[in-house]
């Protein structure tokens, strides 16, 4: 029995029929869906279920389990790792892991989890129905899987679900998704009809829907709407019509990242910066056309999406203009009605300047910033360069003293001591205390003198180092050493590191001090720094050390332990998103990147983890002090 609303039950269920199309058994979209799925399986008499989800969703298999154990269906439950792959190397996976005597696979999850249960499905001979954790996969109906080969999407025939059970209840919270992809379907509404890819009663019945859900934030609504361009599609085009625009944005984005091996960018993530930009790029052609009458205003489905939750700017989601303007080109490319020579560089430079986000921004940051009660400041590329002071650096202390809030220093630079940099803060005119200095050597030497007190160290650094060693009571070793220390070695030369080698081969223990890679010196130039010569030691020895600075927890515990200030009120500043801004990552500490130093906004994308906030410099957070 299909439970859907009137607009659904006419002609396109008639016309699909006519043709032999395959319809789910059972479409049922409610917040009591759950709990029918139970009677579903044993009325069908499916016997052993094979309940497959993902980690990132998992509470969505999680309760289905539960419910199956109480309802006693034998169930069998494979999750699969937050950020898979959805190819055929996982679809393997899934084969094996299915038992012979399964009688249904329920697929829990969104586009990629659905599409990986078709093939298997199909492979396999077996029934899969259908529990989305999104409220809008497309081809919920669709007997078609996509799957990645070699980075590339491949489409495949496969079988549609017998049932689709969609609740409601737990939907609610993707909504923001389901939103940018019910706006990206009027966007797509005006390209079919201008190319007569679609008759005006499915151009008129499927608006028709698309506009009621808009009024109106009810996932039922949605989904029906979106399974009905979906029948839509199958009866005009028989399902060879292409998605929206911005889903095809969407998706591209995501399979980007897994063809450049980074942590997947999932398409519900993108869905709604997808939407705006192909907005941009249907804008010219919008004016005066009757058809695009009823096209969204940009702004406000800005405010609506960043009301629910949702990224509207790239540099929420770390993606740089470069990969969204390949995009954009990727989707486009050959299409006539936005073919026009400049028009993706258009969409993707909007966002430079793109209001409503900036506004958000701005408050957001406030909010972040008004409860922070001290900063610890990075040094090299945050307050100095080399030997320069920023010349906004002075200003930003002084606001900071005058809202009562602390400064402290803190910089991974093991090639020098604690007085040298209390010497070179007051030759630079912001003089400070012992108290407020903190270098990573003194991470290192307090784990050390607690863990390892009786050991003996061999030192791969510059003489401040060993003498900060030596001032501790750490007893140094260049014969027969229970520890390898490696440090910023400004002084290093071929004998200490065949020394360290040796020792490193024959067992000793191995630690770094920071695990930079470069350090920044003036007219924007770097030499390799602590984590580059780790590196080199790697290549002969095979050891990596356990580094102590940032982004080292041990690092953030310690500067809680000597303020005495709580975790969520400290904000850490830096320019390098590896070491400064990661040590605050999967913390409550605010992290503000500024880009005076090393990181640049292209380079983010490149990292699984992001700032909290983005600044070009101390004198833009000066702005919120």
Same mark, same amino acid.
């Given at each position: 029995?299909?439970?859907?609303? =009137?607009?659904?039950?006419?002609?396109?269920l008639?016309?699909?029929?006519?043709?032999?199309?395959?319809?789910?058994?059972?479409?049922?979209?409610?917040?009591?869906? #759950?709990?029918?799925?139970?009677?579903?399986?044993?009325?069908?008499?499916? /016997?052993?279920?094979?309940?497959?989800?993902?980690?990132?969703?998992?509470?969505?298999?999680?309760?289905?389990?539960?419910?199956?154990?109480?309802?006693?269906?034998? #169930?069998?439950?494979?999750?699969?790792?937050?950020?898979?792959?959805?190819?055929?190397?996982?679809?393997g996976?899934?084969?094996?892991?299915?038992?012979?005597?399964?009688?249904?696979?329920?697929?829990?999850? /969104?586009?990629?989890?659905?599409?990986?249960?078709?093939?298997?499905?199909?492979?396999?001979?077996?029934?899969? %129905?259908?529990?989305?954790?999104?409220?809008?996969?497309e081809?919920?109906?669709?007997?078609r899987?996509?799957?990645?080969?070699?980075g590339?999407?491949?489409?495949?025939? #496969?079988? /549609?679900?017998?049932?689709?059970?969609?609740?409601?209840?737990?939907?609610?919270?993707?909504?923001?998704?389901?939103?940018?992809?019910?706006?990206?379907?009027?966007?797509?509404?005006?390209?079919?009809?201008?190319?007569?890819?679609?008759?005006?009663?499915?151009?008129?019945?499927?608006?028709? @829907?698309?506009?009621?859900?808009?009024?109106?934030?009810?996932?039922?609504?949605?989904?029906?709407?979106?399974?009905?361009?979906?029948? $839509?599609?199958?009866?005009?085009?028989?399902?060879?019509?292409?998605?929206?625009?911005a889903?095809?944005? $969407?998706?591209?984005?995501?399979?980007?990242?897994?063809?450049?091996?980074?942590?997947?960018?999932?398409?519900?993530?993108?869905? @709604?910066?997808?939407?705006?930009?192909?907005?941009?790029?249907?804008?010219?052609?919008?004016?005066?056309?009757?058809?695009?009458?009823?096209?969204?205003?940009?702004?406000?489905?800005?405010?609506?999406?960043?009301?629910?939750?949702a990224?509207?700017?790239?540099?929420?989601?770390?993606?740089?203009?470069?990969?969204l303007?390949?995009?954009?080109?990727?989707?486009? =490319?050959?299409?006539?009605?936005?073919?026009?020579?400049?028009?993706?560089?258009?969409? @993707?430079?909007?966002?430079?300047?793109?209001?409503?986000?900036?506004?958000?921004?701005?408050?957001r940051?406030?909010?972040?910033?008004?409860?922070?009660?001290?900063? &610890?400041?990075?040094?090299?590329?945050?307050?100095?360069?080399?030997?320069?002071?920023?010349?906004?650096?002075?200003?930003?202390?002084?606001?900071?003293?005058?809202?009562?809030?602390?400064?402290?220093?803190?910089?991974?630079?093991?090639?020098?001591?604690?007085?040298?940099?209390?010497?070179?803060l007051?030759?630079?005119?912001?003089?400070?205390?012992?108290?407020?200095?903190?270098?990573?050597?003194?991470?290192?030497?307090?784990?050390?003198?607690?863990?390892?007190?009786?050991?003996?160290?061999?030192?791969?650094?510059? =003489?401040?180092? &060993?003498? @900060?060693?030596?001032?501790? /009571?750490?007893?140094?070793?260049?014969?027969?050493?229970?520890?390898?220390?490696?440090?910023?070695?400004?002084?290093?030369?071929?004998?200490?590191?065949e020394?360290?080698?040796?020792?490193?081969?024959?067992? $000793?223990?191995y630690?770094?001090v920071?695990?930079?890679?470069?350090?920044?010196?003036?007219?924007?130039?770097?030499?390799?720094?602590?984590?580059?010569? $780790?590196?080199?030691?790697?290549?002969?020895?095979?050891?990596?050390?356990?580094?102590?600075?940032?982004p080292?927890?041990?690092?953030?515990?310690?500067?809680?332990?000597? %303020?005495?200030y709580?975790?969520?009120?400290?904000?850490?500043?830096?320019?390098?998103?590896?070491?400064?801004?990661?040590?605050?990552?999967?913390?409550?500490?605010?992290?503000?990147? &500024?880009?005076?130093?090393? #990181?640049?906004?292209?380079?983010?994308?490149?990292?699984?983890?992001?700032?909290?906030?983005?600044?070009?410099?101390?004198?833009?957070?000066?702005?919120?002090?």
């Amino acid at each position: 029995m299909i439970k859907l609303n =009137d607009h659904l039950k006419n002609r396109a269920l008639r016309e699909l029929k006519e043709k032999g199309s395959v319809l789910p058994e059972k479409i049922l979209i409610s917040d009591e869906a #759950t709990e029918k799925i139970p009677a579903f399986i044993k009325g069908s008499d499916y /016997g052993r279920v094979m309940l497959i989800g993902s980690q990132d969703r998992r509470e969505a298999a999680d309760r289905l389990y539960e419910l199956f154990q109480k309802k006693n269906i034998e #169930t069998d439950c494979h999750i699969l790792e937050e950020g898979f792959t959805p190819d055929k190397e996982k679809v393997g996976e899934l084969i094996v892991s299915t038992p012979e005597d399964t009688g249904l696979i329920i697929a829990a999850g /969104g586009r990629q989890i659905n599409d990986l249960c078709k093939y298997v499905s199909s492979r396999l001979g077996i029934p899969y %129905t259908s529990y989305p954790t999104s409220p809008c996969i497309e081809g919920f109906i669709s007997d078609r899987a996509i799957l990645l080969s070699d980075g590339e999407e491949e489409i495949h025939e #496969t079988a /549609g679900p017998v049932a689709l059970f969609a609740d409601t209840s737990y939907l609610n919270r993707n909504c923001p998704v389901a939103r940018a992809q019910l706006y990206g379907i009027l966007l797509n509404l005006f390209e079919w009809k201008t190319k007569g890819l679609v008759t005006d009663g499915t151009y008129d019945r499927i608006l028709t @829907a698309v506009k009621e859900a808009r009024s109106d934030k009810n996932i039922r609504k949605i989904m029906n709407a979106i399974i009905t361009r979906d029948m $839509a599609i199958l009866t005009d085009k028989e399902g060879k019509l292409d998605l929206s625009s911005a889903s095809d944005l $969407a998706q591209y984005l995501e399979a980007e990242t897994y063809r450049k091996g980074k942590k997947p960018l999932l398409k519900e993530r993108c869905m @709604a910066l997808s939407l705006i930009s192909c907005l941009k790029m249907y804008e010219k052609l919008a004016k005066g056309n009757e058809d695009a009458k009823d096209f969204p205003d940009t702004e406000e489905c800005e405010k609506e999406l960043l009301d629910l939750g949702a990224a509207i700017n790239p540099e929420q989601l770390s993606l740089s203009k470069a990969s969204l303007k390949e995009g954009l080109e990727a989707v486009f =490319d050959g299409n006539t009605l936005t073919g026009e020579k400049g028009c993706t560089e258009e969409a @993707a430079s909007y966002f430079d300047d793109q209001k409503t986000y900036k506004e958000y921004k701005k408050k957001r940051n406030q909010e972040m910033i008004d409860k922070v009660k001290m900063f &610890v400041l990075d040094m090299d590329g945050t307050i100095y360069l080399s030997n320069d002071l920023f010349p906004f650096t002075k200003d930003f202390l002084d606001k900071v003293k005058e809202s009562g809030r602390e400064a402290y220093y803190f910089t991974n630079n093991s090639s020098k001591n604690q007085g040298d940099y209390l010497s070179k803060l007051e030759r630079l005119g912001i003089p400070t205390d012992e108290k407020h200095m903190m270098l990573s050597t003194q991470v290192i030497i307090e784990y050390l003198k607690e863990k390892g007190p009786n050991d003996t160290y061999y030192i791969v650094g510059t =003489d401040s180092l &060993v003498k @900060a060693f030596r001032d501790a /009571g750490l007893a140094l070793d260049d014969e027969h050493p229970d520890t390898v220390i490696l440090g910023f070695d400004t002084s290093l030369n071929y004998e200490k590191l065949e020394k360290a080698c040796t020792f490193l081969r024959h067992g $000793a223990k191995y630690y770094g001090v920071n695990m930079d890679y470069n350090c920044p010196v003036a007219g924007g130039e770097y030499i390799p720094d602590c984590g580059s010569i $780790a590196k080199l030691v790697e290549r002969s020895t095979g050891r990596f050390p356990e580094f102590f600075g940032k982004p080292s927890h041990h690092t953030l515990d310690y500067i809680i332990k000597e %303020t005495g200030y709580k975790e969520d009120e400290i904000c850490v500043i830096g320019d390098r998103i590896y070491t400064d801004i990661k040590v605050a990552d999967g913390r409550d500490t605010l992290s503000i990147m &500024v880009l005076t130093g090393e #990181t640049q906004l292209e380079d983010l994308e490149n990292y699984d983890y992001r700032p909290d906030i983005i600044m070009e410099s101390l004198a833009e957070v000066t702005e919120y002090l």
